[in-house]
């Protein structure tokens, strides 16, 4: 068990963010009534994540690692509305969101 300790507490900060995450998603979905399954989330934010995988720079890594423990809190706290966690998660299904048209669509006007 103490090894196992050990070798998470030398991981990157942002692998240890994630993995807190991911032990949370259950509850949150139950929490906020979500009907997406867990697999998906965890999905959805390891590429939100990922997103930031091009900084290098210590300082900002530990900004943002920072700024995604304070989501969590908030998420976890229910600060943050359901609302907010779908836009978060599934920015793609937002009510109401037009469809992208293409160039062709926009030449003949339909």
Same mark, same amino acid.
């Given at each position: 068990m103490a090894l =196992?300790?050990?070798a998470i507490a030398e991981t990157k900060p942002a692998v240890k963010l994630f993995r807190d995450i991911a032990r949370e998603i259950p509850r949150v979905l139950t929490i906020f009534d979500i009907d997406l399954p !867990? %697999? @998906?989330v965890r999905g959805r934010v390891a590429g939100i994540i990922r997103q930031n995988s091009h900084v290098k %720079?210590? =300082? @900002? @890594? =530990? !900004?943002?690692v920072n700024r995604g423990y304070l989501e969590l809190e908030e998420t976890c706290l229910q600060h943050k509305t359901r609302h907010q966690l779908l836009n978060k998660i599934d920015p793609i299904a937002k009510p109401g969101a037009a469809k992208p048209r293409s160039l062709l669509d926009e030449m003949v006007g339909v």
């Open positions: =196992r300790q050990f !867990a %697999d @998906v %720079d210590d =300082r @900002v @890594v =530990r !900004a943002l």
